[in-house]
T-cell receptor, first 113, second 116 residues
Framework: QQQVKQSPQSLIVQKGGISIINCAYE??????FPWYQQFPGKGPALLIA?????SEKKEGRFTISFNKSAKQFSLHIMDSQPGDSATYFC????????????FGEGTQLTVNP | DAGVIQSPRHEVTEMGQEVTLRCKPI?????LFWYRQTMMRGLELLIY????????DSGMPEDRFSAKMPNASFSTLKIQPSEPRDSAVYFC??????????????FGPGTRLTVL
């Protein structure tokens, strides 16, 4: 029940295209859903996060869509750029239980020029 | 702030040797996390501390692994004896429960461990 399932495992898109990564969770107590971005040789870094009181959050080219009833959330990268090539992790946590995050398996995104 | 600092960045050792990984969290952060990343298993939480106290060590794979946090600015992850299957990148992360971005974890650059 603590798992977060992420798909696809890898994704290749052309420059300018839309990248979409999906995550699903089981634990309805989760109330914080961040996405982390990791470049090769670096640690993951927070990209964008959402709480379940809203269905969408947008920051620049990055958008999280959240469907509470389906227990799913997704990351959309508009106008994908080669510099977006990285591994993306979704995660979930219960804020009142501290900062512990449950991470998805990760998606390796490649944006071709 | 310099961010989360980990040392060493790379460690190559032989099976059976003791390995000690070190982490300095961001000053003022009260949570510290140790993760292991491999291609097969992804990003796994090993243990985390709150105010220097271990909260959950259920992710520690076996008794060969131990972690300590003697003070707010230093933590170690020790593997004794090391085995080839311990080869991975080990990340330390910290976060602050009082920050506006509560729950944001800041990751260090990682230690790449290779056990021969």
């Amino acid at each position: 029940q603590q798992q977060v399932k992420q798909s696809p495992q890898s994704l290749i898109v052309q420059k300018g295209g839309i990248s979409i990564i999906n995550c699903a969770y089981e634990n309805t107590a989760f109330d914080y859903f961040p996405w982390y971005q990791q470049f090769p040789g670096k640690g993951p870094a927070l990209l964008i996060a959402i709480r379940p009181d809203v269905s969408e959050k947008k920051e620049g080219r990055f958008t999280i869509s959240f469907n509470k009833s389906a227990k799913q959330f997704s990351l959309h990268i508009m106008d994908s750029q080669p510099g977006d090539s990285a591994t993306y992790f979704c995660a979930a946590s219960i804020e009142t239980s501290g900062s512990r995050l449950t991470f998805g398996e990760g998606t390796q995104l490649t944006v071709n020029p | 702030d310099a961010g989360v600092i980990q040392s060493p960045r790379h460690e190559v050792t032989e099976m059976g040797q003791e390995v000690t990984l070190r982490c300095k969290p961001i000053s003022g952060h009260d949570y510290l996390f140790w993760y292991r990343q491999t291609m097969m298993r992804g990003l796994e939480l090993l243990i985390y501390f709150n105010n220097n106290v271990p909260i959950d060590d259920s992710g520690m794979p076996e008794d060969r692994f131990s972690a300590k946090m003697p003070n707010a600015s230093f933590s170690t992850l020790k593997i004794q004896p090391s085995e080839p299957r311990d080869s991975a990148v080990y990340f330390c992360a910290s976060s602050s429960s009082t920050a506006s971005s509560y729950n944001e974890q800041f990751f260090g650059p990682g230690t790449r461990l290779t056990v021969l």
